[in-house]
């Protein structure tokens, strides 16, 4: 069995596919919509200096993909260890040599991949406007509209993505979550707007 | 030289993977390879096969690692089909 297969195998065994998609999605909504809770809320205060928004933003970031990372690997090994010890007690034999011990051990590597980068990745695709601006690029906006943006486009496309994987309409899942993120900046401008 | 020509296996193996993931890997082993599968019994997570592997000289060891790497178990053999090919040849 080629390398491709036996990975396309053990993807399917463990069901892990499903899994990636789900976490990749809850998890990288987590991070735009931090992103642009953050954001918008220093667009409010007005900060002089960017590099304080760029720092406050990335600390955010890679503490959402550190959570994201540990927080699916410890309990993806503790349910796939679970669901291969109640295998063993069917099979009435160790299975830790067979593809399904290899699968318990491996998936949840991949799914904390997929869990800690989702967050990780979007939140540095929205920050980006702020590092061109604060380097010397001009921006037709300023950084922090163009973050936002960037922000509501991601959001979007999250809604898009999932409108695909439901087969219903990509256009209305796309706005639905964009809602979602419109009355997210909606409360953050209420609670800390001038 | 003695060559082995037909096993019928008594075999347990979980729903995943499936009845045609298991044989096609079976089948997989040689060119010759020829798979009948039939499924027994079916638990809430086992199922319990009937596997017929056919060929001109079957290699056994490695029909049983496959099944093992699979996570089926092998409950017994129970019916084998073995040949003398030097005989049948003079013949």
């Known amino acids: 069995m080629s390398l491709f297969l036996q990975a396309k195998f053990l993807f399917g065994l463990s069901n892990s596919g499903e899994i990636m998609r789900r976490y990749f999605v809850v998890n ?3 991070g735009a919509l931090t992103m642009l809770g953050l954001i918008v809320g220093f667009l409010f205060t007005a900060p002089d200096d960017l590099t304080v928004v760029i720092n406050v933003c990335l600390a955010a970031a890679i503490a ?3 959570s994201g990372l540990s927080s699916a690997y410890v309990s993806e090994s503790a349910e796939r260890q679970h669901a291969l010890s109640s295998l063993e007690d069917a ?3 160790d299975l830790q040599d067979s593809a399904h011990g290899k699968a318990a051990r491996w998936t949840p590597f991949l799914v904390a991949l997929v869990n ?3 967050p990780l990745l979007i939140s540095l695709l929205i920050l980006s406007p702020l590092w061109f601006s604060n380097t010397g690029v001009c921006l037709p906006l300023p950084a922090l509209i163009c973050a936002i943006i960037i922000a509501m486009l ?3 496309l999250l809604g898009v993505f999932l409108g695909n ?3 219903i309409s990509w256009l209305r899942s796309g706005i639905e979550t964009l809602l979602l993120a419109a009355a997210t900046a909606t409360l953050i401008y ?3 707007g001038p | 030289m003695v060559s082995i020509k037909r096993v019928v296996l008594d075999v347990l193996k979980p729903h995943e993977p499936n009845v045609l993931e298991l044989s096609a890997a079976i089948a997989e082993l040689g060119e010759d390879y020829w798979v009948r599968l039939t499924v027994v019994e079916l638990d809430k997570n086992t199922e319990t096969l009937q596997l017929e592997v056919a060929g001109k000289d079957l290699d056994f060891p490695l029909i049983e690692s496959t099944l093992k790497e699979m996570g089926a178990s092998l ?5 084998v089909e073995a040949q003398n090919v030097s005989i049948s040849e003079s013949q």
């Open chain 1, 190 to 192: 209420l609670f800390t």
């Open chain 1, 64 to 66: 959402l993909g550190m």
């Open chain 1, 154 to 156: 991601l959001i979007f």
């Open chain 1, 91 to 93: 099979m009435v034999r």
């Open chain 1, 116 to 118: 800690g980068l989702a």
């Open chain 2, 75 to 79: 409950h017994s053999i129970d019916e």
């Open chain 1, 165 to 167: 994987v439901a087969g």
């Open chain 1, 28 to 30: 990288g909504f987590d």
